[in-house]
């Protein structure tokens, strides 16, 4: 059974959230806090296996106590649950950036409130009942690099990025250590829309960088860096020997619209030596992409699973052999980095 916590000033919420997991027989509400320094109190004597916390408490906030968690344990499984609003939504995408796993916006009115119990409750079970935050075979994870890398005879002229459940915080930490770089970076973010348009906004003002939701038809610049809307998938093309975005309309792929496969595939078949990133998430998103960008001649990299939040799509890639490099982001970032300043032969 998966122990859960929760940390909220309001009693009604409280009350409400515990209602919702005592009629799961796999769940088990632990503790109750009305604020931060109650959780802290809390989740060290308990250990719960996830924690469901509130943005807006006072005294201690919801990303005060979310860094003091992550201290103590930095794998534990944080859902924010927050409030619809645009100063909640602003501080729900911050602690994300700040290390939370995941979000469940809080019901607007109690007419929607069994929707949010489904969503919430299904959540939980994703983050504690599913084994992809742990190996998914007895096959050796390599620490750090693969033996026999191929070298890179150029440096690569794009760079694409799968990222989900936990990705935010990962994608933070791999963009800073890419730092500006020449070729064009684009991304597939798995998020709700308006959520995602503050991700990159906020992203933008860290980076201080060209990044930005990508356009149908927009050409890509040098340096930029560009997120697959929400709601359609994104592919890349080349334009007078520049490349291009397309939105394209059609069903989920995976579950997911945009699609990190529908990105990466369309990268493989236009890009001469493109580096597909496969960061935190849930599923096998991106796979079939990688599999393609390293047919290509390509590189793939990916997420190591001690710094995973769930090491689901990165942990796919390496189990299928593609990964050149595993490692933090933070590595990952620097080495891409690397790769993209090169002008002579250099390994991944």
Known sequence: M??????????????????????????????????????????RR???????????????????????????????????????TES??????AAMLA??????????????????RRTLVARIRSLVGRDETTPHTSRREPAVEVAQTPRVRQSPDLIVVASSTGGPAALGEFLRALGRVQPPV????HMQPGFLELLVAQLAEMLSGDVAVGRNGEILAPGSIRFAP?????????????????CVEGPPVNSCRPA????????????????????SGMGTDGLQGAQRIAASGGVVVAQDRATSAVWGMPGVVVEQGLARLV???????????VLAESKHPASA
């Not at 990190?260 to 960061?279: E, K, N, Q, Y």
């Open 230 to 246: 929400s709601g359609v998938h994104l592919q890349v093309h080349r334009h007078r020997g520049h490349f291009g975005l397309s």
């Open 46 to 84: 308990l250990r719960p296996d996830l924690v469901v916390l509130d943005i807006e408490m006072p005294g201690l906030d919801g990303i005060t106590t979310l860094r003091q968690i992550r201290a103590i344990d930095p794998r534990v499984p944080v859902i924010m649950f927050s409030a619809l």
């Open 260 to 279: 990190a496969d529908i990105l990466f595939s369309s990268v493989a078949s236009c890009a001469r030596r493109p580096v597909g990133v496969v960061l």
């Open 186 to 189: 684009v991304i597939v973010q």
């Open 88 to 93: 909640g939504s602003r501080m729900t995408v």
């Open 2 to 43: 998966a122990t859960v916590l929760i940390a909220d000033d309001s009693r009604v919420i409280r009350t409400r959230v515990a209602s919702w997991i005592s009629r799961e027989q796999d769940l088990d509400l632990v503790g109750q806090a009305e604020d931060g320094r109650g959780c802290i109190d809390l989740f």
């Open 99 to 116: 290390g939370a796993t995941d979000y469940v916006p809080k019901p607007l009115s109690f007419r929607v409130e069994d929707e949010t």
């Open 327 to 337: 490692g933090s982001p933070g590595k990952l970032g620097s080495r891409v980095r």
